[in-house]
């Protein structure tokens, strides 16, 4: 078990692309940690530098008390999920999960031994001795685990690991991964696109955008107090209403519509407005909603349409009437989010 | 051929039209197939003809469908009867000589092109990607042109008449370096990076994994290579001046070399030699048949 320390860590590839700007993080014992961000925007990247796969370029990376930047990814006490799960295809189950004892000198009663208990813990026992070609996605995904936490290393990295599933395996998969997590107290860093499975697997959220850091914080923080409007529209499904708006005398005005609330301190200009679909209420105030979608999802329901002349999404619970057409509609003035019009951070 | 006639009539389902076409045009196709083995068949069937009956005939009469009572006295004397007076080129031993010369080729050409693909795929080399080009350019220079230069370097080096210096000049190949190359860089790259933290280095990582992923590759590489080193002629035939490395090929050659000497040259015991030519490399391809087609055809991964 270790803290892992970014300080200033850059990524440039030979070819020239900056994938990750100079990046400081520390990730605390037993803490499990989610790198999220749209494709492209340098997770793998960080994590590959973490696990020691792609060299860093610049900046120091602690994993506990030690200088691992020039450590080799064997000896960094790490083990590492993939996406497409990198089994041995030639191997069984029980000599794949075994591999790295093997490598590392380990006798063939204690190897025996440790993959049987990693076995017992992922319901793998069954299939110690297939291959993992005679598997399903869901259960090579387990052996994948099994061999990371066979060898008890001090660091879980997981790279998008249930990408591959179908949704509901994922689902479940998700809670056994945290689970496991929380039971073994192993620090883990953990890569996904999904805003689902970061807000539902993380101790804390570290949100990418173009190789930068866009917010770190608890899931509840990421999602109500989102530092930027690229946080704001990424995470929550469906994300959070970004409207246009300024300030005018004294308030904050959306365009075309009446005022919102008192505008902080003299200022001007045009202004971002955020607000979670949820936060809503339907019925009553003095904005006009003119809905022309209902999308029905069971527990609630998504209304589709425009306020002024600015898409909107609004998210009501299953025992509200709905319509469509023009109706009122309420923006509470403490569930606003206010973003600088050009920068897009919070104000 | 049995199990997949049926296959093909289970599929056609009851409907009985489709059937009775489909019977037709399977008959047509084995009447196809039936006629080209036969094609291909007839050429040994005539060679076990010929050595039953005594050498004198077949001056006479040539491949006919009488059989004669000389195959068994063939068959001896191709294999135990020495070709000259050393006493040290029978069959058996031709038939051994061939064998080294074929294992030799085929587990020499693999391991290096293995070896040399391993380092041009896996390795941050400052020149792979000339260095691999370089390979595969040999391939426009086949041993025939540059056969010449070959033997002289053989020769200089004091290898000539030995198992080295006819198998370690010819032990680079172009062709299994590019197969090799090709089939490497299909492996995902996340089984180098797992391995790599599991804790295999370069050695155990070819050894314990890319070795058994190519097994299927490897055994074509083998069929191919086996086959190309039991049929070499021309190189032993420069390198090798002494009986006792003759291979079954040129020992071939060298009893129908009679004939030029006005005598009736021995038909029936060359007859024999060149069954048991054929031979191992038909066994080859039979034993490794499904693993050639898997190789050229799919990948494990
Ligand atoms: N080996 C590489 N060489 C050059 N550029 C790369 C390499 N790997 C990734 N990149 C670039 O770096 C950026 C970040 O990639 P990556 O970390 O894989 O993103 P993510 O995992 O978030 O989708 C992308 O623009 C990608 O094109
Ligand atoms: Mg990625």
Redesign the interface.
């Known amino acids: 078990m270790a803290s892992v320390t970014l300080d200033a860590v850059r990524k440039v590839y030979p070819g020239g692309t900056e994938a990750v700007t100079p990046t400081t993080l520390t990730i605390r014992d037993g803490e499990f940690l989610v790198l999220v961000g749209p494709s492209g925007c340098g997770k793998s990247t960080l994590l590959r530098m973490i696990?020691g796969?792609e060299d860093i370029t610049e900046g120091e990376l602690r994993i506990g008390d030690r200088i691992v930047n020039d450590v080799?990814?064997?000896d960094r006490d790490?083990?590492?999920v993939?996406?497409?799960y990198?089994?041995?295809?030639?191997m069984t189950v029980r000599r794949n999960i075994g591999?790295?004892l093997r490598?590392?000198g380990a006798s063939a009663g204690e190897i025996a031994r440790k993959v049987d208990e990693a076995a017992a813990m992922l319901n793998l026992r069954d299939y110690l001795d297939r291959k993992p070609?005679q598997l399903s996605g869901g259960q090579r995904q387990r052996i994948a685990m099994g061999?990371a936490i066979v060898r008890d290393p001090a660091l879980f990295l997981f790279d998008e690991p249930l990408s591959n599933l179908d949704a509901k395996l994922r689902g479940q998969m998700r809670i056994e991964i945290r689970a496991l997590q929380r039971r073994l107290g192993t620090t883990s860093i953990y890569v996904t696109h999904d805003q689902v499975e970061a807000m539902t697997m993380a101790d804390r959220i570290v949100v990418l955008n173009g190789g930068r850091v866009e917010q770190v914080g608890t899931p509840a923080e990421i999602y109500h107090a989102p530092a930027s409007t690229f946080v704001a529209s990424f995470m929550g499904a469906p994300p959070m209403n970004l409207l246009t708006g300024r300030f005018e005398s004294g308030a904050i005005r959306l365009d075309h519509g009446p005022a919102l609330r008192a505008a902080p301190g003299g200022r001007s200009g045009p202004i971002t407005i955020g607000i979670r679909p949820e936060d809503v209420r339907l019925g009553e105030g003095d904005h006009v909603f003119d809905v022309d979608l209902v999308e029905e999802l069971g527990a609630h329901r998504l209304l589709h349409g425009r306020l002024g002349d600015q898409h909107f999404t609004a998210h009501v619970l299953k025992d509200m009437p709905v319509r469509e057409g023009r109706q009122p509609i309420a923006l509470p003035d403490a569930a606003l989010a206010l973003f600088d019009a050009q920068s897009g951070q919070r104000l | 051929m049995a199990d997949m006639t049926h296959d093909t009539l289970a599929a056609a389902g009851p409907a009985r039209p489709a059937r009775r076409r489909l019977r037709l045009s399977t008959i047509g196709d084995h009447a196809i197939l039936i006629a080209g083995a036969l094609l291909m068949v007839a050429p040994l069937l005539m060679l076990v003809q010929m050595s039953t009956v005594p050498d004198a005939e077949i001056m006479r009469t040539g491949p006919s469908l009488a059989i004669g009572d000389r195959l068994w006295p063939n068959v001896r004397a191709a294999l135990t009867e020495s070709m000259s007076f050393s006493g040290r080129n029978t069959g058996l031993a031709m038939f051994r000589n061939s064998m080294i010369l074929g294992l030799g080729f085929a587990v020499g050409k693999i391991v290096v092109a293995m070896m040399a693909a391993y380092a041009i795929v896996y390795f941050r080399l400052r020149f792979a990607t000339l260095a691999f080009w370089a390979i595969f350019t040999t391939l426009l220079l086949p041993l025939e042109v540059r056969i010449v230069p070959s033997y002289e370097i053989t020769q200089r080096l004091g290898l000539l008449n030995t198992w080295t210096g006819l198998i370690v000049p010819l032990i680079a190949s172009a062709t299994a370096t590019f197969f090799f190359r090709q089939f490497f860089m299909s492996v995902p790259e996340e089984l180098v990076e797992a391995a790599r933290i599991d804790g295999a280095g370069p050695v155990k990582f070819f050894v314990d994994i890319l070795v058994p992923l190519s097994r299927t590759m490897i055994a074509a590489m083998f069929i191919i290579m086996f086959v190309y080193g039991w049929n070499q002629y021309l190189w032993p035939t420069m390198i090798v001046t002494e009986d006792d490395r003759i291979t079954l090929v040129q020992g071939i050659k060298q009893i129908t070399q009679g004939l030029e000497g006005g005598q009736i040259p021995e038909y029936g015991r060359s007859n024999i030699l060149a069954i048991l030519a054929v031979l191992p490399p038909v066994l080859v391809v039979l034993f490794f048949q499904r693993w050639f087609v898997k190789g050229l055809t799919e990948t494990d991964k």
């Not at chain 1, 990198?86 to 030639?90: G, I, Q």
């Open positions: 696990a796969l080799d990814p064997a790490i083990a590492m993939f996406q497409n990198a089994l041995y295809p030639h591999y790295g490598n590392r070609s061999r």
